[in-house]
């Protein structure tokens, strides 16, 4: 019997294997119920480029209240595409991990969009 978790990865496995055929650099995205995380991979798979999360202290200090809401996502996903073009990495492919296209990784995606990264 497959738990939640195992059908999560293989949803992802799936989305992973498309990407690296692209060869683009992937957003790929981690939720807990507490944080958020996001990182820029570069296509080698060898090196994240950036990196943002809910647990770093300069993220979470414009955070007001919880870190596990949608507007705590929307600053991580507006963070991790101002140090991606920092980087000089303009277009990314979205690695949304398995996770639903829904909530707090819409959130992320979205703000990311905003703040000038395309994918």
């Known amino acids: 019997m497959q738990t939640k978790k195992d059908s999560r990865l293989r949803r992802?496995?799936?989305?992973?294997?498309?990407?690296?055929?692209?060869?683009?650099?992937?957003?790929c995205i981690n939720r807990t119920p507490r944080h958020i995380y996001a990182q820029i991979i570069a296509p080698d798979a060898a090196s994240t480029v950036a990196s943002a999360a809910t647990t770093e202290k300069e993220v979470a200090a414009r955070i007001e209240g919880s870190t596990g809401n949608v507007a705590a996502a929307a600053i991580v996903g507006?963070?991790?595409?101002?140090?991606?073009?920092?980087?000089?990495?303009t277009s990314?492919?979205?690695?949304?991990?398995?996770?639903?296209?829904?909530?707090?990784?819409?959130?992320?995606a979205d703000a990311a969009r905003e703040a000038g990264l395309e994918f």
């Open 92 to 108: 990314v492919a979205f690695d949304r991990s398995g996770f639903k296209y829904h909530g707090r990784v819409k959130a992320l």
């Open 12 to 27: 992802a496995r799936k989305a992973r294997a498309k990407i690296r055929d692209l060869g683009q650099y992937r957003l």
């Open 78 to 89: 507006s963070e991790i595409a101002r140090r991606a073009k920092e980087a000089g990495v």
